[in-house]
T-cell receptor, first 114, second 115 residues
């Protein structure tokens, strides 16, 4: 039973355009959501997060949107740059109920075309 | 600040052999996690420590996997005996405090191949 789902294994976007990566979750106890970026042969690197008390968080070119009623979040990258080509993982945790290890989706491979 | 250190980077063993991985978290980070990432999947939590105590090991295959965090700093993850399906990248991560709104910081992982 996958509690965090990223339904697009890959996404190709032209340089300078907007990249939109989507993530759905099923566990209503999740209250903290993160996006990680991963290059080959490296560990995941934290990108941006959002708490369930917010519906938007922005950091430079990266914005995360959270729709709690739809159990959906998205990551927007504007403008997309060649260095953004990587695998992006959506992750979630329940902060108050005990252990807070992250549950990850399978990832979306973002390819930025020149 | 130095990141999460893991060793070795790569390990190749035969099935039924044993293997151990080492992790040194970011200085001062009380919470430490071990994740398993199989090719094409997202990382899956194996075990979480708070200082030297286990917080969650519900997904750790305890018949063959064990982990310890003596003195609340470094940690080792052991597999004995290894199976073919254990081939994966083993990631260690740390965080300053449990239940805090702060991200996990990952090491570069150990890639295990079981033949």
């Amino acid at each position: 039973d996958q509690q965090v789902k990223q339904n697009s294994p890959s996404l190709s976007v032209q340089e300078g355009r907007i990249s939109i990566l989507n993530c759905d979750y099923t566990n209503s106890m999740f209250d903290y959501f993160l996006w990680y970026k991963k290059y080959p042969a490296e560990g995941p690197t934290f990108l941006i997060s959002i708490s369930s008390i917010k519906d938007k968080n922005e950091d430079g070119r990266f914005t995360v949107f959270l729709n709690k009623s739809a159990k959906h979040l998205s990551l927007h990258i504007v403008p997309s740059q060649p260095g953004d080509s990587a695998v992006y993982f959506c992750a979630a945790s329940a902060q108050g109920g005990g252990a807070d290890g992250l549950t990850f989706g399978k990832g979306t491979h973002l390819i930025i075309q020149p | 600040e130095a990141g999460v250190a893991q060793s070795p980077r790569y390990k190749i063993i035969e099935k039924r052999q044993s293997v151990a991985f080492w992790c040194n978290p970011i200085s001062g980070h009380a919470t430490l996690y071990w994740y398993q990432q199989i090719l094409g999947q997202g990382p899956k939590l194996l075990i979480q420590f708070q200082n030297n105590g286990v917080v969650d090991d519900s997904q750790l295959p305890k018949d063959r996997f064990s982990a310890e965090r003596l003195k609340g700093v470094d940690s080792t993850l052991k597999i004995q005996p290894a199976k073919l399906e254990d081939s994966a990248v083993y990631l260690c991560a740390s965080k300053a405090r449990v239940y805090s709104d702060s991200p996990l910081h990952f090491g570069n992982g150990t890639r295990l191949t079981v033949t």
